[in-house]
């Protein structure tokens, strides 16, 4: 989609810290990072949130790519938190579905 903010970061049309890419996915460091490691994975294919995903294989693998980035930035022992966030009460700004990657400090819950 030419006016979705992550499609364009996929394109390479909007410049991103990118960690790390596969043939379906992309990690990219989040501009207003809420913990010390804070990673956006995406697919590059267009969803725009959990509502909408009905690809098994996509969303589980989007899934096992998060483990993968977490473990690459360091995070597996100490733990980290994996969060979708779906639609505007739960605080959905960007409608393309990205994983939060957050690591790095002591994480509360229940999350605010
Ligand atoms: P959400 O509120 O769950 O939709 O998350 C969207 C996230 O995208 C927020 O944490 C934003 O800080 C992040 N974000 C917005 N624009 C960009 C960008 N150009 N590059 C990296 N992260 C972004
Ligand atoms: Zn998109």
New binding site residues.
């Given amino acids: 989609m030419s006016d979705c ?1 992550f499609c364009r ?1 996929v394109a390479g049309e ?1 410049p ?2 990118r960690v790390t890419e596969t043939k379906q996915f992309l990690a ?5 990072p ?1 913990a010390p490691t ?1 990673v ?1 994975a995406i697919p590059k294919q267009h969803v725009a949130s959990l509502n909408e995903a009905d690809d098994a294989m996509l969303i589980g693998e989007l899934l096992l790519f998060a483990r993968d980035v977490a473990a690459g930035e360091g995070l597996a022992d100490d733990g980290y938190r994996v ?3 779906t639609n505007a009460g ?6 393309h579905i ?1 994983a ?1 990657i957050l690591g790095g400090r002591a994480m509360r819950w229940p999350p605010g």
């Fill in positions: 903010l970061i909007i991103a810290n990219f460091r989040d501009i207003n809420q804070h956006l969060v979708l966030n739960a605080g959905q700004t960007v409608f990205h939060h």
